[in-house]
């Protein structure tokens, strides 16, 4: 049995890689009822493709280098908590690659590099079948919101200096 050769890069890294990230969005939370295209996604991702070391940026993990994930560093992603700074979201793992503990080394490279960009609370907005993975990661609940239509649990943890 091949051992993988897993690895986390920036999307600025591979922004070709975009269009994938997009359409594995759109699938997933994009919908006619909300109105969100596969154009404004791409755009969305396009946006983080050119980040290092300044939010937005997005955060790719590749098998084999194959992409098999993602995650996102954001600004005020919830509109209706404009005083909540700095987001975590867009975590996404292919099909294909679940159940390998990969959301886990997102995640916590996502929290490793906001720490190195100075953040010191870091927000999700957690589906409730997500509450516990985060929770493992030392997120706390927060507090219940809509977001796109869309219960969610607003999540905190707090980056030590």
Do not use: C
Request: aromatic share 10%; glycine share 4%; hydrophobic share 40%.
């Amino acid at each position: 049995m091949q051992k993988n050769n897993i690895s986390l890069k920036f999307l600025a890294d591979a922004p070709e890689l975009s269009a994938t990230i997009a359409k594995w969005y759109y699938d997933e939370w994009g919908s006619d009822e909300n109105e969100v295209t596969y154009d404004y996604i791409y755009d969305v991702v396009i946006n983080k493709a050119s980040n290092k070391n300044q939010l937005p940026l997005s955060i790719i993990l590749m098998v084999n280098d194959e992409l098999a994930g993602v995650a996102e560093l954001k600004f005020r992603e919830n509109k209706n908590h404009p005083e909540y700074t700095h987001w975590l979201g867009g975590i996404y793992v292919d099909s294909k690659f679940r159940g390998l503990g990969l959301s886990a080394q997102l995640i916590e490279r996502a929290k490793q590099v906001a720490k190195e960009l100075a953040v010191k609370d870091l927000y999700l907005q957690a589906e409730p079948h997500n509450v516990a993975l985060y929770e493992k990661h030392g997120f706390q609940q927060f507090h219940e919101a809509k977001h796109a239509g869309i219960k969610t649990t607003i999540m905190l943890t707090h980056l030590p200096k």
